[in-house]
């Protein structure tokens, strides 16, 4: 579960004459990319990859219909000359990962201009740490060009980090955003948790690079709709109810409305649980648009990790005494939330927080409800305690309150057993690619420390 | 007005056996310190400065009476060879600073054992900005030497970046602190705002600068106390009292008690005020070892601008309706309040917050009081409006808590006549070093942005 912040820029500034493109675009068959995203040389930071330059001045040419509606934008023609309206430009921030990749087929699909913003360390950090997507996934460039192919939609490309200020100006200056949704952030509670360097490179990339997202609209988007994926995690499991975003409290009399205290437990205090699912609509049309599924204890969360588990007839790990309640959602849903943002922004200057989830379920509900999808598959379940390598509770009030996004019309996918059924099947098609080396959890938050940690297998 | 969070390190782990210290002491007098406090060259990042290496292992040579006083530790004598104890070590981050210089004396006079760890970059910012403290200061190794000269004590000096984790963790191995005042955060919400580097700089700085901290903590020095000054800025001026560190909330029927809520305004969320005075006992001792005293509308603390600008004839400088309320503390109860945490360390395990201020006044308030007391001593003080170059409440309501820092014996010296007098009086001694272009405010909250700004005078 996560939160989805979303604002407009508050401040009135002068936008600067100055969106010089620096940035080289580069066609995609052209061989001389460097696979080194985290590299600061300067000729390997700012790669621009797209099929073909799209023409801006020709925005005419592609129409949205109107800004009124609050559901999706509707379908849109793209040879419709006669439309004043130009479609909106979504640049998805993290676009090769697991939600963002499927949101940005989701919102190409929708007739959104979609530019990809991403440095692919995520690929990274499975070479480095020895784990790989359950999934076999295709590279950015291959997803991209099939999606081409099979739409014949652009998806624009931009390889670099955002934390170089120079690279995502220079993004932002060729792209021309009016919404960026931001899930370039380190999104694992365990790896923040793995070592002092990763500690710091998690706070590091998630504070700069947000920072830099701010500067970047302000200077060059000024009316640029942000929307962001934060964490519910950083709300703990206060004993009484999580509201979205801000509570009131009346204290020693006098009342105020105030945001909504603070705990974090990690590094990145992402209490996991969060997204589940794999498939989405735009996903399945081919195997090489086919999203990553992550298994593993550093980067899979709770509702994949048991099915993944359940298939390849593992214990269901359940850490502690499982009570741990969290919100959860379906991956279609948050490909949903995020179109609904971007469809209904935030007027100028506000800020909204919207709890992104769809329904709670304690660990011990996920696993039995787990096995009882399985058995029905025939697949031999069973569950084991793990000593819970995490610092929570894991017995306590959870009761979150998620009404803002219902209101802008989302329809939830709820957990239903025809999606485990289709999960757990998935997982079955996979599971020999399964490494079990890389199920049970490998990262203590109690034993953290500065030392870099060995990851012989 | 700061808030002052203490707190012992809670996760039981292993120290490490290699306590080698690759920092190499030098000699004050030699002359191959190479004033970059920013450089990443290896051979620069750990300077060692001290004038005697003390001989660990003689620590019965120095003795500490006892630890369940409430209040300092007594006074010692540096030759009784009967006592087990040992002075405490304290490293002060930060501590060529405003409230670090203060804070390091007054520790090293009640004996105990003091390392000051400093970038100096403090200085380096006030030749960027084209700032001078009101105040001549000597260098950091003149003010150490005169310290030992005058006193017979010595500091230790280590001068590098806490960003740097090899550089901090061999000034651990080297000094082996028993308790960190960690003051080495950038603290000007001004200096923030004025472009996105030093926002990210901002950010960067005192992010990582307290992760690498608590990790050293952690690795190196697990029973170590943690004094760090952190700022109720973040609080905002909320409708409602503002508790200290914890709030009990009822909410639905249901109770919990959490993290007092934050509303950060600025990228350094310091509401200024805060500490005021530029004497304390030690620094009056020798002018080399004066304090700093900033009167610019970057660092200055309004009330010691206020004093600056009756001394040298300018009016006032009043920010919008003047109604901002800051709670606001003597430097003299500063260095007190340290003490009394470090001398009353939190529990193994717990985390302590401290509002640390003794009164509240409105700018309108602190501007009154300047007006009469400059009367008195025959200066024509007068006031003016300035259009707010923060983004604030100008009238509000404001009541925080202060109370358990009182609980620990604090002393307050309160805002007195005696005290304008005197900080009237030290301002006029200097007023020919006022440079009046640093006065008025230079940098607005709502022009920040990424093109560095000119610092042409």
Chains 1, 2 share one sequence.
């Not at 508050?10 to 068959?29: D, W």
């Not at 590299?39 to 790669?47: F, V």
């Not at 949704?181 to 790896?191: L, M």
């Amino acid at each position: 579960m996560a939160h989805l912040l979303s604002a407009s820029c508050p401040l009135a500034v002068s936008l600067t004459s100055s969106s010089k493109n620096s940035v080289k675009p580069f066609g995609l068959n052209q061989t001389f990319f460097n696979p080194q995203p985290l590299s600061n040389h300067p000729s390997l930071k700012a790669l621009h990859f797209q099929e073909k330059k799209p023409k801006r001045r020709r925005r005419s040419c592609v129409f949205l219909a109107t800004a009124t509606s609050q559901q999706a934008p509707p379908e849109t023609s793209t040879n419709n000359n006669t439309s004043p309206s130009k479609p909106k430009r979504v640049m998805v921030i993290g676009g090769d990962g697991y939600c963002g990749w499927a949101t940005a087929l989701h919102l190409s699909k929708k007739n959104y201009q979609v530019a990809v913003v991403d440095n692919l360390v995520r690929r990274l950090f499975d070479h480095q740490l020895g784990l790989e997507s359950l999934t076999p996934i295709a590279s950015i460039h291959d997803r991209i060009s099939r999606w081409k192919a099979l739409t014949g939609k652009t998806i624009e490309l931009y390889v670099g980090d955002i934390c170089d200020f120079e690279f995502l100006a220079d993004s932002f200056n060729s792209f021309e955003p009016d919404s960026v949704v931001h899930f370039g952030e380190q999104r694992s509670a365990p790896y923040s948790m793995i070592d002092r360097s990763r500690a710091v490179f998690t706070q590091h990339n998630n504070v700069i690079g947000t920072l830099n997202v701010l500067f970047a609209i302000k200077e060059f988007r000024e009316e640029c709709h942000l929307v962001k994926l934060g964490t519910m995690g950083e709300y703990g499991t206060p004993n009484i109810d999580i509201e979205e975003g801000y509570i009131t409290i009346t204290h020693n009399g006098r009342t105020d409305t105030l945001p909504y205290p603070k705990q974090a437990s990690s590094f990145y205090h992402l209490s996991k649980g969060v997204v589940y699912g794999v498939k989405t609509d735009e996903t399945e049309m081919h195997e090489e648009l086919r999203n990553r599924l992550d298994y593993d204890a550093v980067f899979g969360t709770a509702l994949n990790r048991f099915c993944v588990q359940a298939a390849v007839g593992h214990p269901l790990t359940v850490y502690g005494k499982g009570g741990q309640t969290r919100g959860y959602l379906d991956i279609r849903d948050t490909v949903q939330c995020v179109e609904l943002a971007i469809a209904n922004p935030a007027k100028a200057g506000e800020f909204r927080v919207f709890n992104q989830f769809t329904e709670q379920f304690s660990v011990n509900e996920l696993a039995s409800l787990v096995t009882k999808a399985g058995l029905k598959l025939g697949l031999d379940v069973t569950k084991m305690t793990v000593p819970n390598p995490r610092v929570e509770a894991e017995e306590h009030y959870y009761n979150a309150k998620h009404t803002k996004l219902m209101e802008l019309g989302l329809e939830p996918h709820y957990l239903s057993e025809s999606l485990l059924d289709s999960l757990l099947n998935f997982a079955v098609q996979f599971k020999d690619r399964v490494d079990k080396k890389q199920i049970m959890p490998s990262v203590s938050w109690k034993k953290i420390g500065v030392k870099t940690k060995s990851m012989n297998p």
